[in-house]
């Protein structure tokens, strides 16, 4: 059963660093495209940042370029969020999102909460 587990929130201060980390559990999953979600209380869930498994190919949010990277390590079933100079304002509960490469189906973690505060 295919299952996306997140890791690596916490209580980070302005200007910190944390590295998120989302495991898929079924080694015969194969997704056309993996990607970081983040929803804060009030606000609309939104894309953070996206990676295609075929080329490699990422894009990311306008508020958070040239600050975090988003990464995979297939052999691992691994993708990665680092984020770098981390605001209060991104501030958020993190989620990892995959599409099945075969069915087309979206799969989502549980959730991984950032808080940026000093």
């Known amino acids: 059963q295919v299952q996306l587990v997140e890791s690596g929130g916490g209580l980070v201060q302005p200007g910190g660093s944390l590295r998120l980390s989302c495991a898929v559990s079924?080694?015969?999953?194969?997704?056309?495209?993996m990607s970081w979600y983040r929803q804060a209380p009030g606000k609309e869930r939104e894309l953070v940042a996206s990676?295609?498994?075929?080329?490699?190919?990422?894009n990311y949010a306008d508020s958070v370029k040239g600050r975090f990277t988003i990464s995979r390590d297939s052999a691992k079933n691994t993708v990665y969020l680092q984020m770098n100079s981390l605001k209060p304002e991104d501030t958020a509960m993190y989620s990892c999102?995959?599409?099945?490469?075969?069915?087309?189906?979206?799969?989502w973690g549980q959730g991984t909460q950032v808080t940026v505060s000093s």
């Open positions: 999102n995959g599409k099945g490469a075969y069915t087309g189906k979206d799969y």
């Open positions: 079924d080694f015969t999953f194969r997704s056309s495209a």
């Open positions: 990676i295609t498994t075929n080329g490699g190919n990422t």
